[in-house]
């Protein structure tokens, strides 16, 4: 597709259960970001794969986030034992290999709520 | 790691004057440099960039200038409209494919008619 894809729009949890986010990158790109935009606007970065691997996880929460990118599948990104920190707006990005590198293009979002 | 700093917070401005926002980088390896407007409850969406061997960029009434010495680059947009309200953020990144991207704590520009 000509847009990254996320699914769901909006995500309700209570505090300990498990939340999955989906993303499809643009058709022909090579590498996905996650990022977490939290209430104050401010942008985390998660993790990046090139592809099905993993890229650059430095951002990530050990303990309870995990992401997968498999071959023809949307790649995930999932919160086990959610906590109300968790709530964000959390948004997957594209970008391709080849010129002009490092275009990174945004996903609607994933708003996740954890009461 | 990467740190940018975004100035200022918020920005009022008169329809058709001038918006300047600021951004500094302490990276010196940094050398791809995009701007993104996201309205509210959308994506942000890249709206210019530069990278560090150009020093200015410019795409109708946005422009973009980028000082390598300094570590710093800035977004101007000119005539603006109500519909440039926003909120504006920079970001860093380093050389090369698939470099996440370091954003600045963003920009809402509020342009009054």
């Known amino acids: 597709g000509e847009e990254v894809a996320q699914t769901p729009k909006h995500l309700v949890r209570g505090e300990g259960q498990k939340a999955k986010l989906y993303c499809a990158p643009i058709?022909?790109?090579?590498?996905v970001f996650w990022y977490q935009q939290v209430l104050k606007n401010e942008f985390k970065f998660l993790i990046s794969f090139q592809n099905e691997n993993v890229f650059d996880e430095t951002g990530m929460p050990k303990e309870r986030f995990s992401a997968k990118c498999l071959p023809n599948s949307p790649c995930s990104l999932e919160i086990q034992a959610t906590k109300l920190e968790d709530s964000a707006v959390y948004f997957c990005?594209?970008?391709?290999?080849?010129?002009?590198?490092?275009?990174?293009?945004f996903g609607p979002g994933t708003r996740l709520t954890v009461l | 790691g990467e740190n940018v700093e975004q100035h200022p917070s918020t920005l009022s401005v008169q329809e058709g004057d001038s918006a300047v926002i600021k951004c500094t980088y302490s990276?010196?390896?940094?050398?791809?440099f995009p701007w993104y407007k996201q309205e509210l409850g959308k994506r942000p969406q890249l709206i210019i960039d530069?990278?560090?061997?150009?020093g200015e960029k410019k795409d109708q009434r946005i422009a973009v200038t980028l000082n390598k010495t300094a570590k710093h680059f800035s977004l101007h947009i000119t005539e603006t409209q109500p519909e440039d309200s926003a909120v504006y953020f920079c970001a860093a990144s380093g050389e090369g494919y698939g470099n996440k991207l370091v954003f600045g704590a963003g920009t809402i520009l509020r342009v009054k008619s």
């Open positions: 530069i990278r560090s061997n150009v």
């Open positions: 990005a594209s970008s391709q290999t080849g010129v002009p590198y490092n275009e990174q293009f």
């Open positions: 990276d010196s390896a940094s050398n791809y």
């Open positions: 058709k022909g790109h090579s590498y």
